[in-house]
């Protein structure tokens, strides 16, 4: 794979069922890697490994992190991400530690180095069952990373930076890291994002290029709305000079949650643009 440059920038894509179509795509928004999202319901077979090694391979991209997302996840407000999200719900811990470890061995098989999903929202109190097995699950996939050769990415945003920072300190990994999300600081009224990132920057690998608003506050349990890159008050040219002040030169992957086929692709392309002008 192609190495990356200095705060390269890259989109976030999940794995459709073309992969050489998806790779070619992104790479006429103007990119040359990324992360690659698999969520719950793409079949983790042979071949499916084959077809992207070989996408990825024709067209020279590199990706750096796998993302799963699982089956039964809903982001649609703040109470129901606490009940569907990660590895907080019990009655599905089992079965989704089983696909994160087929997510990882699809990433090995790319030769990804890092893999990452959200854990869901930790409780507070580090004595709560929920924590506790929480804490064990991400060290056991953190352990099963590590023998592919791989760091385990927490994603930021669903808790506040310094419980986050408590609940990394407490898993002692080598090889878990941290994937900064400045915009979902802001959609889950988690903090500041650029205080958020200086807190944890030691511990980053990857970051993304992500934008929203905060919360509607007579809305309570609501999630702030995901915005156009530029567009919401992370305030992106503010956060990437912080990139660049705290001396953070790894990869700056765009993140966009926008849907619909045209409009998803010229946004995408709108903030590789807006990023490569700022980084
Ligand atoms: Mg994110």
């Not at 992207?52 to 089956?71: G, I, N, P, S």
């Not at 129901?80 to 089992?94: D, W």
């Not at 804490?135 to 419980?163: F, K």
Request: contains cysteine; proline residues 6%; aromatic residues 8%.
């Amino acid at each position: 794979m192609p190495t990356l440059k200095d705060r390269e920038v890259g989109i976030f894509f999940w794995a459709e069922p073309d992969a050489l179509a998806t790779v070619r795509t992104l790479k006429s928004c103007g990119v040359n890697s990324g992360q690659l999202g698999v969520d719950g319901s793409v079949k983790l077979t042979p071949e499916t490994a084959a077809a992207w090694k070989a996408a990825l391979q024709a067209e020279d991209f590199h990706v750096y992190t796998v993302f799963a997302a699982y089956e039964g996840e809903s982001y649609a407000d703040i109470p129901t991400v606490e009940r569907t999200v990660g590895f907080i719900p019990a009655a599905t811990r089992e079965a989704r530690e089983l696909r994160t470890r087929e997510v990882i061995d699809l990433g090995a098989a790319l030769g990804v180095k890092s893999f990452g999903c959200h854990v869901g929202c930790i409780p507070h109190d580090p004595t709560h069952p929920d924590y506790v097995a929480v804490l064990e699950m991400v060290r056991r996939i953190a352990d099963y990373a590590a023998s592919h050769g791989m760091s385990y990415c927490l994603e930021t945003g669903q808790e506040p930076a310094e419980q986050l920072l408590a609940f990394f300190e407490d898993v002692a990994r080598p090889n878990v890291k941290i994937n900064f999300d400045p915009a979902n600081m802001i959609l889950y009224g988690s903090g500041e994002p650029i205080e958020a990132f200086k807190l944890l920057q030691k511990h980053v690998i990857s970051v993304h290029g992500k934008d929203g608003d905060w919360p509607d506050a007579a809305k309570p349990g609501s999630l702030g709305t995901e915005r156009v890159l530029g567009e919401g008050s992370v305030n992106i040219p503010k956060f990437v000079g912080t990139l660049k002040e705290t001396g953070y030169n790894g990869p700056i992957c765009v993140e966009s949650g926008v849907h619909g086929e045209e409009q998803r692709w010229q946004t995408l392309s709108a903030a590789v643009k807006l990023l490569n002008s700022l980084r």
